[in-house]
């Protein structure tokens, strides 16, 4: 499991460490290592380090000091290195002195032609926009150079991944010690590009922010046993669909058909079009370990989601029409699971803010959802974050394409979470885990493509046997 670290905690552990170790030592290992990626890019792009034109951006914090010890390793090797500083008053002594030692040389200006540009302007501690001098030198950072940044691209929230203003766009972020949650969140994981993690030595107690990988997945996957038999594995029931969306009926139950349940029970008026392309579906309520609420519901059904939340001990997943007016008193008074499954329209909406906030302040937004409804919350975008309802942990999910930016890949992701809930998954789990395949199915149904929401479900399976196997 990937996982990221709030700026407090960072920073209590540096000071930690930092007690123990010889003045220096933590900022000479942060350096040894970014230098180290620095130049492994510099050799797979020109060959070598030798000759290479590498220009650093050079703040007054420990960040710029970061950047001018990687840089006097670099001139070392034989690289031209060029710092250029915010402050020039404020550049950190001891990286100033090294740089100089090297070779290496302080200009007024960014040079018109650099291979390689060292962001070190503003470290994990800064908030809100570059500063206008800042900004400026970011304006001038060379077309055609490779952009690495020091911890954090300049300008990007290290906590939330906001970006109040210009920000650096990294083609490589050097990560110290843990990654930070807006190296992970978008806006903020747009502007990181590739994101390598230098170990220094740091001990970290409970991650802000956590993201599943293969073996997570795994081991979290509903399995049949030799005993089971479809009640066993689990009965998910659809509400969805409408005479205006009877669609959305079809792909929420292809996602459910391909999430680990046992059954897919369908209810709504779309049942002879589901009928017509998955015989395998009931029909008419009856017993289920989990609903999935709201996909094409249309307007005036919101009896179908009282109903649901009604029964507080089966969990339910609301999506789509279901999230209108949803009272949060209702579902804080549920003993079973709540999934809520909100793009940020229906996020701000819910919130009774603008769109434009949720999206900038995607994790603020997934909590505080999380929070106000006691539920679990997949908040779906370009990054997809799941908050459990009792804010223990938001994961974000590392998985998708922009591809999966269609028409109904919503419902097939609804279908197959509210699947994973009726086989026994909790809201998280099963938002997380949904989000995940979900994610690896869009990729590998787009092949770099445009994807129908259709073909996503259709490689559902693939994307779950390439996790356990």
Excluded at 26 to 40: F, N
Excluded at 354 to 372: I, N, T, Y
């Amino acid at each position: 499991m990937r996982t990221a670290y709030s700026v407090e905690t960072v920073r209590a552990a540096e000071r930690e460490l930092m007690a123990r170790l010889p003045e220096g030592a933590l900022m000479a290992r942060a350096a040894a290592g970014l230098a180290a990626v620095c130049g492994r890019l510099l050799a797979r792009r020109r060959g070598r380090v030798y000759g290479s034109r590498v220009v650093l951006l050079v703040g007054p914090g420990d960040n710029g000091g970061d950047a001018l010890y990687a840089g006097a390793r670099l001139a070392r090797r034989g690289a031209g290195v060029t710092a250029v500083a915010m402050d020039p008053e404020r550049m950190h002594p001891g990286g100033l002195a090294a740089l100089r030692a090297a070779g290496g040389r302080v200009a007024e200006s960014v040079p018109a032609r650099a291979d390689l540009v060292l962001d070190g302007l503003v470290g994990i501690g800064g908030r809100g926009g570059l500063r206008p001098a800042a900004a400026a030198l970011v304006e001038r950072i060379p077309a055609a150079a490779l952009v690495v940044a020091v911890d954090l691209p300049s300008g990007v929230d290290a906590d939330t991944g906001e970006v109040a203003g210009p920000a650096v766009a990294a083609d490589v972020t050097v990560t110290f010690g843990a990654y930070k949650p807006g190296l992970l969140i978008d806006p903020g994981a747009s502007r990181a590009g590739a994101v390598r993690l230098v170990d220094i030595g740091l001990a970290l107690g409970a991650p802000g922010v956590e993201a599943l990988q293969h073996t997570d997945v795994a081991g979290l996957l509903p399995a049949p046993t030799a005993s089971s038999d479809k009640y066993r594995r689990g009965v998910v029931g659809v509400v969805a669909g409408s005479q205006e969306y009877p669609g959305a009926a079809v792909l929420a139950v292809a996602g459910a058909l391909r999430g680990g349940a046992g059954a897919v029970r369908y209810v709504g008026p779309a049942a002879e079009a589901v009928l017509a392309r998955y015989p395998e579906v009931l029909v008419g309520r009856g017993r289920v370990q989990a609903w999935v609420v709201g996909p094409g519901l249309g307007s005036g059904r919101g009896a179908e989601v009282e109903r649901a939340l009604a029964d507080r001990d089966v969990p339910v997943l609301v999506d789509a029409d279901g999230l209108r007016g949803l009272d949060p008193a209702v579902v804080r008074g549920r003993r079973a699971a709540t999934l809520l499954t909100p793009h940020a329209g229906e996020a701000a909406a819910l919130l009774g803010v603008p769109r434009e906030s949720v999206e900038a302040g995607r994790l603020a937004a997934v909590r505080e959802l999380a929070g106000r409804y006691r539920a679990a919350v997949l908040l779906k975008g370009s990054t997809t974050l799941v908050a459990a309802g009792d804010g223990s942990v938001v994961r974000v999910n590392p998985t998708g394409t922009p591809w999966l930016a269609t028409a109904g890949s919503g419902d097939v992701l609804s279908g197959l979470a509210g699947s994973l809930l009726a086989a026994g998954l909790g809201g998280a789990d099963a938002g997380s885990v949904a989000a995940y395949l979900h994610g690896l199915a869009g990729r590998l149904a787009a092949r770099g493509g445009p994807v129908l929401a259709q073909e996503v479900a259709a490689a559902l399976p693939d994307a779950w046997r390439g996790v356990v196997a």
